[in-house]
């Protein structure tokens, strides 16, 4: 394992304080884009593509033998934050921050690349280096899908990386089956009908209704779903009404749903209209819902699995390799990839100390760059891996 005070101060580091200076949002990533391309346009590869599903790269290289197409995967954007961490690589744009990393997976994949180019003889098969917008809720891997990024060359594999805080450097957290939620939302209006607050007879009160709902629908998961899947239903906003003493039209709530069983996750809707159903005859209410499935759970599939613990055990060791319990009901959009095709989906540990222990979107992130080194020998390792 790396010495305590190994930072490399290589290409890695450079690269990753470049990005994490220029930030850009979801959907947005134009300059890292052409920072990508700029970076990959002399490696010789045999395809480049940008503008994949908007703002996302590209790029294929053939190996020297024979073996599966492997897509490598890092996404580019960053977070509507503002940068509290007082360093010279901090964020020059207002507002705009790479409060998850996102920095630090582009600059890993960029020198994994280099190197593997270097190495195709010895490259089993082909590497197609994904770089991929707007993660952040924006569902960019789904529109690099759409855009033809799993065809020409066919994907038989898929392999992502995240480095997390929540784990020390050195570390690499992996699972098997469902890695990360699902993360769906929605919007619910619940609507009666308004007038004097101290004449309640003569309205529909949506409040006295919401406040019911917000407490029923907690049965779902306490009541409906088995203990051993795991699911959050989470009401995170409620708005009604305008002053003390009026009764309002409507109630507006909005929320999110987690869970990492696909059955579970598609039966909330319809066990929440059935509560809703109840809650209108009991209440004289009617309601509106807007259910958006967002990010499916992200799936691992056990012989990729077993590909990541490989090149593990050479890169950390096997008892650095551990099951990361604690951030589960994250959600990532690599889920949509993993759908289609066999992938694998981990975490590099980069808590090196009080500085680099924050939570991700947090405005004081910020990561130990070793874990730099640690992802690109993982990347490295995985192109080599063959079948
Ligand atoms: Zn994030
Ligand atoms: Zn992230």
């Known amino acids: 394992m790396l010495a305590p005070d190994t930072v490399p101060t290589s290409a890695l580091v450079r690269a990753r304080r470049h990005l994490h200076r220029h930030p850009e949002l979801s959907l947005a990533e134009y300059e890292t884009a052409k920072y ?40 580019m954007d960053a977070l509507p934050i503002a940068e509290l961490n007082d360093v010279d690589y901090a964020s020059d744009r207002a507002g705009v921050m790479h409060a998850c990393g996102h920095d630090g997976h582009v600059s890993i994949l960029l020198a994994a690349a280099r190197t593997l180019a270097e190495r195709r003889a010895e490259v089993a098969g082909t590497l197609v280096f994904c770089f991929q917008p707007a993660e952040e809720g924006y569902a960019g891997a789904q529109l690099m899908i759409d855009d033809g990024a799993l065809e020409n060359p066919h994907v038989d594999r898929t392999f992502a990386l995240h480095l997390y805080t929540g784990l020390d450097v050195g570390k690499i957290g992996i699972r098997d089956g469902p890695f990360f939620a699902s993360s769906d939302r929605f919007t619910l209006r619940i609507k009666g009908k308004g007038g004097h607050g101290a004449m309640p007879q003569t309205s529909i009160d949506p409040v006295v209704a919401s406040a019911h709902f917000v407490t029923m629908v907690q049965t779902i998961v306490s009541r409906e779903v088995a203990p051993k899947d795991p699911a959050v239903f989470t009401i995170g906003k409620i708005s009604a009404g305008t002053t003390f003493n009026a009764i309002p039209d409507e109630a507006e709530l909005m929320g999110t749903v987690r869970a990492f069983d696909e059955q579970v996750r598609r039966s909330i809707p319809e066990r929440m209209e059935r509560i809703l159903r109840g809650l209108c005859e009991a209440m004289r209410v ?45 959600a990532e959009d690599m889920s949509f990839m993993q759908e289609q095709r066999p992938g694998a989906y981990f975490i590099v540990g980069a808590r090196g100390g009080e500085s680099t222990s924050y939570p991700h979107h947090n405005a004081r992130f910020d990561i130990d760059e070793r874990a730099l080194e640690v992802g690109y020998r993982m990347m490295v390792g995985l192109g080599l891996a063959g079948a």
């Open 36 to 75: 990508v391309a700029d970076a990959l346009a002399p490696l010789g590869l045999d395809a480049l593509r940008t503008d994949v599903g908007k703002t996302g790269v590209l790029g294929t290289l053939a190996g020297g033998r024979p073996g599966p197409v492997t897509l490598l995967r890092a996404d």
């Open 286 to 330: 009617s309601y509106d819902l807007d259910y958006v499935f967002a990010y499916p759970p992200t799936v691992n599939d056990a012989a990729m699995n077993d590909v990541v613990r490989r090149v593990g055990r050479d890169v950390v060791g096997e008892h650095e390799m551990v099951d990361p319990h604690d951030i589960v009901t994250w």
